[in-house]
Every structure is written in structure tokens, then in C-alpha cells.
């Protein structure tokens, strides 16, 4: 090959090689790859953590210490209200794993998962204050600790219902662009 053969290049024009490309993205997808799973365990873990505190607490509650299992688990009727009230918690769990496993692929399923999130945080916030409702028109000397784990949660789901309308957002901008 003659040295006048080869193509020429401007001064100050920087060019990268193809196989320069091809060697570089591998690296970054099996790096994203590698994130998303350990977000999806991250979720796993707090929705085990979730579960073995939903069984946990009421057995170290204040009213029914010295009370038999079946006595804590079946004949209160505000430990049902949590259990059925937890439901959307752990949809919204589900959809957060969904959500990470489709991001940076497919813009429309993480779509509508933070729709569904949305939808569920919303369903949480009724959920919390009715609850809170409940402990204050209950005659009960010792509420505060049920209204301070009412007020954090009301806080951890109104961020929730905000960090996924600018998500939204986002991807909503990103999805037109494209």
C-alpha cells in the first residue's frame, strides 16, 4: 500500500476506529446488566424485609404481649387493615423490579410501570391516612408510635409519587426525542 492511498484527514478532526466500538460497548451493556440485577436484588431484599416485618411486629407489640398467636393474628381486626393495606406496597415492589429489568430497553413498559406505581402510591396514601384516621378516633393511651410509623410511611409514598411523575416525565421526553 502506497502512502498516497490513504484517505486524508483535516487537522483537528478526531475519528475513532470501528473496532475501537465494537471492544468498548460489550463492557458498558454487561456493566448496565450487572446494575439492574443488583437493583432487582436490592428490591428483593426489601421486600423480604417487609414481609418479616409484617409477621414480626405484631408479636413484640405492646397489647399483645403474653398473647397466644392466634390471638394476635386473628382476632384483630386493624392487623387485617395492614395486611390487606400492604398489598400495593408489594405491587409496586413488583413493578420496580419489572421497571429496572425494562430500563434503557423498552421506554414503554418502564412507562407503564411507573404508571402502575403511581396508581399504587396513591391507593398507599389513602391507605395510610384511613389507618391514621382509625388510630386517632381509637381510645388508646399509646398512639404515637403508630401515628410517627403512619406520618414516615405518608412521607415515603408522597416522594414515591413524586420521583415517579418526573421519571415519567423524563422518559415521556426522551421517548418523543428519540
Known sequence: MVIRDLPKVKRGVRFSLPAQRKFCMPQRIALEKYVRIFFQIGTIFVGMGAVMFLIWEPQVEGRNIGASLSEIYFQDPFLAYVYIASLPFFVILYQIFRGIASIGRDISTTLY???IIRFCAIIMIGFVMLGEGILFSLESDDRAGGVFLGVLFL????????GTSLLRRFLEKEK???
Open 113 to 115: 410501570a411507573l404508571r
Open 155 to 162: 412521607v415515603f409514598f408522597v416522594s414515591l409519587l413524586g
Open 176 to 178: 418523543t426525542s428519540l
